[in-house]
């Protein structure tokens, strides 16, 4: 499956950005999906994911609360609604899919990456 992330932008601390992910060449539908984040000079990290038929979803602790992961099979698409932004969520976005629920979080064993989309949060 091919992923194309979208919706980055520059936004204040506070606000709200959408990130979207459109999924290709691939049975969409047969993956469970997640979103990553790099910032400047750290590791890639794990923000959220779904599952493919539960939509159970999962979060980093610190974005618990304030974003939130969801899917549209029929479109085969993927979201990431942030909202309360804050400065420390300055990075780039990943999406991402995978096969394997129990890898879902761990950046090492995702199969299927898309190309980031920036998201800077200022103060």
């Known amino acids: 499956v091919q992923l194309q992330a979208s919706g980055g932008g520059l936004v204040q601390a506070g606000g709200s950005l959408r990130l979207s992910c459109a999924a290709s060449?691939?049975?969409?539908?047969?993956?469970?999906v997640a979103w990553f984040r790099q910032a400047p000079g750290k590791d890639r990290e794990f923000v959220a994911a779904?599952?493919?038929?539960?939509?159970?979803?999962i979060y980093e602790d610190s974005v618990k609360g304030r974003f939130t992961i969801s899917r549209d099979n029929a479109k085969e698409m993927m979201y990431l609604q942030m909202n309360n932004l804050k400065p420390e969520d300055t990075a780039v976005y990943y999406c991402?899919?995978?096969?394997?629920?129990?890898?879902?979080?761990?950046?090492?064993?995702?199969?299927?990456w898309g190309q980031g989309t920036q998201v800077t949060v200022s103060s």
């Open positions: 991402a899919a995978d096969s394997r629920w129990v890898d879902i979080a761990t950046m090492e064993r995702i199969a299927y």
């Open positions: 060449a691939g049975s969409f539908t047969t993956y469970h």
């Open positions: 779904s599952h493919l038929t539960t939509r159970t979803p």
